[in-house]
């Protein structure tokens, strides 16, 4: 392959040390982006299925090699390798060697194929390099988040002109945040300091409701902040792994009994196994009656707001004191694109800082806004742009049609389970996923056997290259409770290729029970 720093060499400049900024920087990356495209392409070619075939160490070899071979390419003394065929080498492995959500038969996360319309407009994002922290590193991306923030929250059933939110990493540094928020909001009037550890300790124990389904991620929020990973008490869920108020209830009222602070309770909009929607009405009354912050992650199920037929489902999250919503689930937008609200921008007094070199005083001032104070993090990408350019794109009508798409998808495929007979559907799907088991044909296996068959019909599709689907168990004790999920996240999948999807699994799971 000819050597495109060659025909890019501008003056003294080799390709490798263009920059993808200014008037220049466009006409740098086209070869380079071209490159790019055409390994894609080439690369997704070679893989021919959702995900590429092999064990682990196979396609870490594959990696290794390619990798080792450059070693030393780019290094002191030697020629510089050339960029854009280092880039093609790499951009075919890493498309080779991808688990494609575009793919039906890539559909275990919430793990979504992107529009192409928002990786290009992640691309500008990338070119320009916008830092959020400071108007002066980002004085067109500091107004789109603020402006987008106010139309999500309006989505969200907040007040725009009392709402605040930021754009985050994801539901995890959401979810932090609002336990964060609510820790200080709590704990601070219960000790009369803010966010003082020894205030923590020596006053009366802090709790944070969550259903037992609700993310991990929160037990790791109430760890990180001091709390105590047990200060989460799990509250029972129901068949569908949503959340029983009454347990809520009384489980607020022992707390209480007990001396114990109820910092928050979480409710969870969309579980990630099975999209469960908690009560949120009840929800919002129970913590309120309590004196805790309600803090909704609907990392999932905030998708349902675009949609008029789902969003019904999320009725009463606008009562949340904080939410979680995640663009790079039901958005369709590349990684990152979380996004954290509160409902009254007062009760993120606790975060806000003063970095005299990023937001002082007098600039503010002189108008001119800083986002610092929003975030746990200093440097941060405009992930608001792409979401921006997406639902201008869209519109929430458009993007309401691929939601509900993908919930038809899962409805189709919840009836092929139900129809087939060594399959069992464990419930209705609520958003757009739903767990099922292999249970073979002939005489009924023992609990723990079929734990085994699921498990390992899993592990021989990833094996095999044929299919991505989702393992995981059901919450509770013993043996039976291993359940394989579809996450139905590409609107251009059809329920035919959902059907052979399944039949794989099948397939793979008369297999695996030869073997037993
Ligand atoms: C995905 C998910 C999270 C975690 O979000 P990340 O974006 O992966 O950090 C949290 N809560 C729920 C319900 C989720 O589905």
């Known amino acids: 392959m000819a050597c495109l720093a060659r025909t890019l060499r501008r003056g003294s400049g080799d390709l490798s040390e263009e920059l993808s900024g200014g008037v220049g920087g466009a006409a740098a990356l086209e070869p380079l982006v071209a490159a790019v495209l055409s390994a894609l392409a080439d690369g997704a070619a070679l893989r021919g299925g959702p995900l590429p075939a ?108 009392r709402a605040a939110g930021v754009l985050t990493s994801g539901g995890t540094e959401s979810n932090l945040m609002g336990l964060m928020l609510a820790r200080d909001r709590v704990l601070g009037a219960v000790t009369g300091r803010r966010v003082e550890m020894s205030g923590v300790a020596g006053g009366p124990r802090p709790r944070v409701l969550a259903s037992a ?167 941060r990408r405009a992930d608001a742009f792409k979401i921006a350019v997406t639902l201008r794109t869209l519109g929430r009508e458009g993007l309401g049609r691929l939601v509900d798409a993908c919930h038809d998808l899962a409805r189709a495929g919840a009836r092929t389970v139900q129809e087939h007979p060594r399959l069992e559907l464990h419930a209705e799907p609520v958003l757009t996923a739903f767990l099922f088991r292999y249970v073979g044909g002939g005489a009924a296996h023992e609990p723990a056997a079929l734990d085994h068959l699921n498990a390992s019909l899993r592990r021989r599709l990833l094996r095999e290259g044929r299919a991505v689907v989702g393992r995981t168990e059901l919450p509770g004790e013993g043996p039976g409770r291993v359940r394989l999920k579809l996450t139905l996240l590409n609107p251009h999948t059809t329920p035919a290729e959902v059907a052979r999807l399944l039949h794989a699994v099948v397939a793979a799971g008369r297999a695996e029970e030869d073997l037993l």
């Open 213 to 379: 389904a609700a993310h991990f991620s929160v037990q790791r929020a109430a760890a990180v902040l001091g709390l105590g990973e047990d200060a989460v008490i799990p509250v029972p869920v129901d068949r569908n792994l949503r959340m029983r108020e009454g347990e809520l209830a009384a489980l607020l009222d022992s707390c209480r009994r007990r001396g114990q602070v109820p910092v928050a309770v979480v409710a969870t909009a969309g579980t990630t196994d099975t999209g469960a929607v908690d009560p949120l009405r009840a929800c919002a009354e129970l913590a309120a009656a309590h004196g805790a912050w309600l803090h909704v992650d609907a990392a999932y199920g905030g998708g349902a707001l675009l949609s008029d037929r789902l969003a019904p489902l999320l009725d009463g999250i606008g009562a949340a004191d904080s939410l979680s919503l995640d663009w790079h689930k039901l958005g369709w937008q590349p990684a990152a694109a979380g996004v954290f609200l509160v409902r009254e921008s007062e009760t993120y007094a606790s975060l806000a800082r003063r970095a005299v070199y990023l937001n002082p005083a007098d600039d503010e001032e002189a108008g001119y806004p800083s986002l610092l104070g929003l975030s746990l993090r200093t440097t």
């Open 54 to 161: 092999g064990l682990p160490q196979d396609i870490a070899a594959a990696v290794a090699e390619e990798f080792l071979a450059g070693e030393g390419g780019g290094g002191a003394g030697g020629a510089a390798a050339c960029p854009g065929a280092v880039l093609s080498r790499f951009a075919r492995l890493l498309a080779a060697g991808s688990a494609d959500p575009a793919h039906p038969g890539c559909a275990a996360h919430l793990h979504c194929p992107p529009l192409a319309v928002a990786v290009a407009a992640d691309l500008a994002v990338s070119a320009l390099n916008p830092s959020q922290d400071s108007w002066d590193q980002a004085p067109a991306a500091t107004a789109l988040e603020t402006l987008l923030i106010g139309e999500l929250a309006g989505m969200a059933g907040y007040d725009p002109g």
